[in-house]
């Protein structure tokens, strides 16, 4: 079951040569912590920017923001660049609504931890 079309959301590391692409996709609760967990211990391993693509996300609950959080906390602990790509309305609102999108850039198309 690792079809994307299959499942309700997913969390998926592509590893490209010079940065981490996190794709997200559908609806991203609870029930992906352990895809979330994989893909953000194999993108701090590769110690180079990261990008999450939240663009088809559908529903985010507190555990898909507490993901983006953390890659934020973690990454700029690290010195690694994250970037939330094109964050649809469902996760920009919650993101204002919890008061951290003040971690991330104001920039339309994608928002930038600063």
Do not use: H
């Not at 993108?43 to 609950?61: E, H």
């Not at 906390?73 to 094109?86: A, K, M, Y």
């Amino acid at each position: 079951m690792n079809d994307p079309k299959a499942q309700a959301g997913g969390i998926r590391l592509t590893e490209e040569p010079r940065s981490s692409i996190v794709d997200m996709w559908g609806d991203i609760d609870g029930a992906l912590r352990p895809q979330a967990s994989l893909a953000l211990a194999s993108a701090l391993d590769r110690d180079l920017p990261v990008t999450i693509d939240t663009s088809r996300v559908t529903f985010m609950d507190s555990t898909g923001i507490a993901f983006l959080v953390q890659f934020y906390t973690i990454g700029r602990e690290e010195g690694l660049p994250v970037t939330l790509r094109n964050p649809p309305r469902v996760v920009s609102d919650v993101l204002s609504m919890l008061g951290v999108d003040g971690f991330f850039d104001a920039d339309s198309s994608s928002l930038v931890a600063s």
